[in-house]
């Protein structure tokens, strides 16, 4: 079992940016592909980000040119570098991880808990 830990997560002015980190403990980290969810309030979970296990992303159309996401699988970790931000990007951010490289929510079978990003105008 794969145990995610989010951090990075703030409050930060439109235009700003941030870098989300998740951290993983299995030491087969490197064989699963990596994701990043957010969930605004009142809002369903929607797909950011997800990174293949041989590195290769793909990008929710509403973040690409703004947010990249990598992994460095000598440290378990996995980034989301956020650029740009917006209002609309205000939501909590998961880290997911899976043995499917897909952009549903139930290709994912690890969770991080969640970290809180606040972008204000």
């Known amino acids: 079992q794969v145990q995610l830990v989010e951090s990075g997560g703030g409050l930060v002015q439109a235009g700003g940016s941030l870098r989300l980190s998740c951290t993983a403990s299995?030491?087969?980290?490197?064989?699963?592909?990596m994701g990043w969810f957010r969930q605004a309030p009142g809002k369903e979970r929607e797909f950011v980000a997800v990174i293949h296990w041989g590195g290769s992303p793909s990008y929710a159309d509403s973040v690409k040119g703004r947010f990249t996401i990598s992994r460095d699988n000598a440290k378990n970790t996995l980034y989301l570098q956020m650029n740009s931000l917006k209002p609309e990007d205000t939501a909590v951010y998961y880290c997911a991880a899976g043995l499917v490289y897909g952009q549903m929510i139930r290709h994912y079978d690890y969770w991080g808990q969640g970290t809180q990003v606040t972008v204000s105008s």
């Open positions: 299995g030491r087969t980290f490197s064989g699963y592909a």
